[in-house]
């Protein structure tokens, strides 16, 4: 079982829909929770941290449900900018390396 | 530049032949990271440096891998013997503090390796 996973998608939606990403890690133990953004042929950029209470940067949600090892992102009102692969990234324990998950590829259409 | 500096952005070589891919990373970083992807995988670790030592080298697939920071700041990733499972884009990250505390790697563009 991968340490870290994520439905490759691709996700296709319009342009203004609310899309949701699930992702799902093996170690309990585990201490801290990223999504990161890869644009195509582009290196990896940090978006935001998860929160055990959940937390909010404009229209993106992240949450964390460390009973179920289950993380999302949620994205309201999608804009074409927002296409790109989103990886789910876990920190098994303080410090060191991060894991990341195999990324989950949105395409907003217009 | 202020960013993490990988060189070369491209290499292609034959199947048994050494490789040298460079890192440079920002400037006081003292944690550095290597990964490396394929096409439609997320990086996969390899090797993190604290300063000058390995600090966790278990991502390594192989005894061909080997990588070094010296002096604590540019980190040289070597491959000897490469085969074609070998080809994928090499990430090379740098963070400020010990460890990844803040989740914030700074990524630098990789490097593309191609084994023929």
């Known amino acids: 079982r991968k340490e870290v996973e994520q439905d490759p998608g691709p996700f296709n939606v319009p342009e203004g829909a609310t899309v949701a990403f699930n992702c799902t890690y093996s170690n309990s133990a585990s201490q801290s929770f990223f999504w990161y953004r890869q644009d195509c042929r582009k290196e990896p950029k940090l978006l935001m941290s998860v929160y055990s209470s959940g937390n909010e940067d404009g229209r993106f949600t992240a949450q964390l449900n460390r009973a179920s090892q289950y993380i999302s992102l949620l994205i309201r009102d999608s804009k074409l900018s927002d296409s790109a692969t989103y990886l789910c990234v876990v920190n098994p324990r303080q410090g060191g390396k991060l894991i990341f998950g195999q990324g989950t590829e949105l395409s907003v259409k217009p | 530049g202020a960013g993490v500096s990988q060189t070369p952005s491209n290499k292609v070589t034959e199947k048994g032949k050494y490789v040298e891919l460079r890192c440079d990373p920002i400037?006081?970083?003292?944690?550095l990271y290597w990964y490396r992807q394929s096409l439609g995988q997320g990086p996969e670790f390899l090797i993190y440096?604290?300063?000058?030592?390995?600090?966790?080298d278990s991502g390594l697939p192989n005894d061909r891998f080997f990588a070094v920071r010296p002096e604590g700041s540019v980190s040289t990733l070597k491959i000897q013997r490469t085969e074609r499972g070998d080809s994928a884009v090499y990430l090379c990250a740098s963070s400020p503090s010990g460890g990844s505390n803040t989740g914030e790697l700074f990524f630098g563009e990789g490097s593309r390796l191609t084994v023929l």
């Open positions: 400037s006081g970083h003292t944690a």
């Open positions: 440096f604290q300063g000058t030592g390995a600090a966790d």
